[in-house]
């Protein structure tokens, strides 16, 4: 797998668990296994909801439709066909592909806009198809749920607060779970073994192991996946992949003829939103502006932060205070505070302010008492655009001084947005442009600049910044998305 997502809600609970050998699928080999798989099924059913919900679907029906088709035409080559297969486009810029038990797979559109070939989305579909087929996920979930990892404190703050928790995680890279070296590799192989099955240039596979080391050597250019060391680094997956193919040309498979799609697939992805979308919310350093909501928030300096479908969480540098910016459901912030401060373990110890930036707010020092121990935190329910605004910030009880005053400060911050620069603010999107001649790649890039680097551009594109480009060639440059 790429980057695989662990949880996000699933959980073993009320299925029951049935251990002993069975024979691998798509291996051939006898292993140990936990699950059955209709509870595969039911750990990808449970969680996908919580993955659209947390992460989005990228609002392009087209390509939604696109992937789907090409993800269900490989599944059926497969040696498990038989499974309730869902392909997803996922609104998240990071280069990113995941699988869930039970056939659930996920492409970011961060990922999409990094190809240059339908060849290449279909090597990337292969491989998660493989840790599907394989059971590489079942196992993972199974391991990571029998272990009862949980959400850590504070979830009796609010019925939804867990969710949050765990996603927050996840964007704080502290929710993914990274396959080992042998189960990656298999899925390489496994996804070598579909897209021939299906006449795809294989070729083409490798260009994806190039491009993830370019893009895992930048540091610019939005969230980069990290390769932790028990995988193999992407040019090792690349020479490993190169030899499989010789192999099979060796045995006689020959590969003319078969499909790379590079053409239409760069028109399919030409206007697609590059790099995160500021519309729905984005940093500024410390300070979060959501030009859609027209609101701006500011968060301790050094704290931890990530921008969420349902909220903006952050975390302090010692780990022990948490603050949390979401929307809540009642109508009123008197109505919000009494839903809030009415939940079982949770006392309110004292009033704080009425009104934020001429706002009107209901807001309260409390404590919450919770399995892990007591928390005493603040809560505001600011009103503002027609909506009702939840600021929550929490800590151990005994840490409430040192963060009592960052929370305060932190709640007074929340404010009307009136420039227009924010305001106004528009993503990035790629764009396609047809060579009219041969050019360097400098040259190219100062008659088409890009609103990225220069070095981003070139991994986007599977080039090196020193190449020469010959003319008819269709390239991708960024434009637009500058943040104010």
């Known amino acids: 797998m790429l980057h695989v997502g662990r949880g996000a809600g699933a959980r073993l609970a009320g299925l029951t668990l049935l251990a002993g050998c069975a024979v691998n699928p798509a291996t051939g080999a006898r292993e140990f296994m936990l699950v059955s798989e209709s509870q595969e099924i039911a750990m990808g059913q449970e969680a996908d909801p919580s993955i659209v919900a947390q992460m989005g679907v990228y609002a392009d029906t087209a390509m939604q439709a696109y992937v789907t088709r090409l993800g269900t035409d490989l599944a059926a080559r497969t040696e498990r066909p038989q499974l309730p297969w869902t392909f997803r486009v996922i609104d998240d810029p990071v280069v990113n592909a995941f699988a869930l038990p039970g056939g659930f797979v996920y492409m970011t559109r961060g990922i999409l806009a990094h190809f240059s070939s339908e060849a290449e989305l279909v090597s990337v579909l292969g491989h998660e198809i493989g840790h599907v087929t394989a059971r590489h996920s079942a196992a993972q979930m199974s391991q990571q749920q029998l272990a009862g990892l949980g959400v850590g404190v504070g979830s009796i703050l609010a019925p939804e607060l867990a969710p949050l928790l765990g996603a927050a995680q996840a964007g704080l890279g502290l929710l993914f779970l990274k396959f080992g070296r042998d189960d990656e590799s298999e899925a390489d192989r496994l996804g070598l073994r579909y897209m021939v099955r299906a006449q795809y240039d294989p070729n083409e596979m490798p260009n994806v192991f190039r491009m993830l080391g370019r893009v895992s050597s930048l540091s610019g250019g939005g969230r980069i996946p990290e390769w932790q060391s028990t995988h193999p680094n992407p040019e090792n997956r690349e020479e490993e992949i190169e030899q499989a193919i010789a192999q099979l040309e060796a045995q006689g498979q020959q590969f003319e003829g078969f499909t790379v799609e590079r053409a239409s697939y760069l028109r399919r992805i030409d206007g697609m939103v ?98 892990q121990g007591t928390l005493a935190g603040l809560v505001a329910f600011v009103a503002h655009g027609g909506r009702v605004y939840r600021l929550l910030g929490y800590t151990p009880v005994e840490r409430w001084s040192t963060y009592s005053t960052p929370f305060g400060r932190a709640f007074e911050s929340f404010a009307r947005v009136t420039d227009r620069s924010v305001l106004e603010v528009q993503p990035a999107r790629i764009q396609i442009v047809t060579l009219d001649r041969e050019m360097t790649f400098a040259e190219f890039e100062r008659r088409y600049p890009s609103s990225v680097a220069s070095e981003l551009v070139a991994a986007i594109n599977g080039i090196d910044t020193g190449a020469t480009i010959p003319a008819g060639t269709e390239i991708k440059r960024v434009v637009g998305g500058a943040s104010p």
């Open 274 to 371: 590059f790099g995160a979308n500021p519309r729905e919310g984005y940093f500024a350093e410390d300070v979060f502006y959501h030009p859609d909501l027209a609101f701006e928030f500011t968060f301790p300096t050094g704290w931890q932060h990530v921008n969420l479908r349902q909220a903006v969480v952050a975390q302090s540098p010692e780990k022990d205070g948490i603050m949390q910016l979401s929307l809540a459901e009642e109508a009123t912030p008197s109505e919000a505070a009494q839903v809030f401060l009415g939940q079982q373990g949770v006392q309110r110890e004292a009033g704080w302010r009425d009104a934020i930036n001429g706002l009107a707010v209901s807001s309260a020092v409390f404590r919450a008492s919770t399995e």
